[in-house]
């Protein structure tokens, strides 16, 4: 168990699907994050949630709608999406204090959009 | 903002010898944190080490070192007797100091570290 859980592992969607991507921690951490992954760039921030609010939006298209429901879950809704949305999604958590600690990521979710 | 430069795309190490990983960053900020990631193929991001900006004294972590030079903006990781296991994609990161909100880290675009036998 390693305190941050992501499901799917895998994800293979068509363009006009939805589906859900999920994060549970079980670290007792108050803040949450979205980042995505793609080859050869940096990791993308795209979503943070600091005590169940979101703070942080990183201009991500609507097409990604987040939802956090308690401190310990932690959702990607995706929809509509286009071929460059491929990427490793990673969920992480932390405390919002001390900043001294870094983040505990989950394993991911790959997704492929066909 | 916040920028993480790694300027060493890939970087090879013979099992038990040692290797350096090369990290800048641009801040105008006087109290942040800096941390080096490992991502090895079961995709978890492992955290290996971090350093408090505030601390003069570099960071070890047993065979994990950095060399931290506030004024250069520098922050390299220093693995001593290379393992097999330590083949992974390492990642500087960035987070600032502050309370209160949810601070991001900001990454570099790593380094893919091979280790041969």
């Known amino acids: 168990e390693t305190g941050v859980t992501q499901t799917p592992r895998h994800l293979v969607m068509g363009m006009t699907n939805k589906k859900s991507l999920k994060c549970e921690q079980h670290?007792?951490?108050?803040?949450m994050y979205w980042y995505k992954q793609s080859a050869k760039k940096p990791l993308e921030l795209m979503f943070v949630?600091?005590?169940?609010?979101?703070?942080e939006n990183n201009s991500v298209p609507s097409r990604f709608s987040p939802e956090c429901p308690n401190s310990s879950h932690l959702f990607l809704h995706v929809h509509t999406l286009q071929p460059e949305d491929s990427a490793l999604y990673l969920c992480?958590?932390?405390?919002?204090?001390?900043?001294?600690?870094?983040?505990?990521f989950g394993s991911g979710t790959r997704l492929t959009v066909v | 903002a916040q920028t993480v430069t790694q300027s060493q795309p890939e970087m090879s190490v013979q099992e038990a010898e040692t290797v350096t990983l090369s990290c800048t960053y641009d801040?105008?900020?006087?109290?942040?944190?800096l941390f080096w990631y490992k991502q090895p193929p079961s995709r978890q991001m492992i955290l290996v080490i971090r350093?408090?900006?505030?601390?003069?004294q570099n960071a070890t972590e047993n065979r994990f070192s950095v060399n931290f030079q506030k004024a250069a903006k520098s922050f390299s990781l220093k693995i001593s007797d290379s393992q097999l296991g330590d083949a992974a994609m390492y990642f500087c990161?960035?987070?600032?100091?502050?309370?209160?909100?949810?601070?991001?880290?900001?990454f570099g675009t790593g380094t893919r570290l091979q280790v041969t036998l």
């Open positions: 801040t105008s900020e006087s109290d942040y944190y």
């Open positions: 350093q408090e900006a505030y601390k003069q």
């Open positions: 670290l007792g951490h108050n803040a």
């Open positions: 992480a958590s932390s405390q919002v204090t001390p900043s001294n600690y870094g983040y505990t």
């Open positions: 990161a960035y987070r600032s100091g502050g309370t209160g909100t949810a601070s991001k880290l900001t």
């Open positions: 949630y600091n005590f169940k609010e979101q703070t």
